[in-house]
């Protein structure tokens, strides 16, 4: 069987160690190896590449997937062992959705925003939330993102708070283990949650 152009990208080698109970790093080959993926039980895929998980793993029933680019993390192909953010804030991507309470600073940028309808846990692959015209109504009590340049580096503690880089106000919390539970009782797995009364919605 001749392999495709992804094949011939992946390593030959399933690399996969264990942060703690429930929680893997892995390589490109260990995240796209089904038998590997059930036999540790993984039911949720977090990607930091140049481009997502082919779609034979990104449609598997029962798992849950998130993807960032590397380029959005300051990440190239020499640098993809340190995972550093740029200093940007997220008001350079996008119409500014969110402001600091406190300072005014922009924060959060539409796209940015992990929407979720009440007691449903989002699927990042779910179609729904893409189309405006179908987009469903969501939960309108907690506000969850995707991982933002100003937050530092997120990615070496598993949970942390989260605070305004102007003005240093407490603004949220992140959790890539265990993630949060919305008051509507979906729960967001990683999860990056502000505090609705900490923010200001500019749209």
Not at 16 to 30: S, V
Not at 69 to 78: F, I, R, T, V, Y
Not at 144 to 160: K, Q, R
Not at 169 to 184: D, I, N, T, V
Request: with cysteine.
């Amino acid at each position: 069987m001749q392999k495709t152009d992804d094949e011939d990208l992946l390593p030959d080698v399933v690399n996969l160690d264990q942060i703690e109970e429930g929680l893997y790093l892995g390589n490109l080959t260990a995240a796209t190896d089904i038998k590997t993926l059930s036999r540790r039980g993984v039911s949720h895929i977090l990607t930091v590449d140049s481009k997502p998980l082919p779609s034979s793993i990104t449609s598997l029933a029962g798992m849950s997937f998130m993807y960032i680019q590397d380029e959005a993390l300051g990440l190239d192909s020499k640098h993809r062992s340190v995972v550093h953010p740029n200093p940007n804030t997220d008001a350079d991507y996008g119409p500014v959705a969110y402001k600091c309470r406190n300072c005014r600073l922009s924060l959060i940028s539409l796209r940015s925003v992990v929407d979720h309808c009440p007691g449903e846990a989002p699927l990042w692959t779910d179609s729904k939330w893409s189309d405006a015209q179908t987009k469903p109504e969501g939960c309108g009590k907690g506000i969850f993102t995707f991982p933002i340049a100003w937050m530092g580096d997120v990615t070496e503690p598993l949970h942390g708070k989260l605070h305004c880089p102007k003005c240093h106000a407490k603004l949220g919390s992140f959790s890539w283990h265990e993630g949060c539970r919305c008051s509507c009782e979906a729960r967001i797995i990683p999860a990056f949650y502000f505090i609705p009364s900490k923010l200001d919605k500019c749209l």
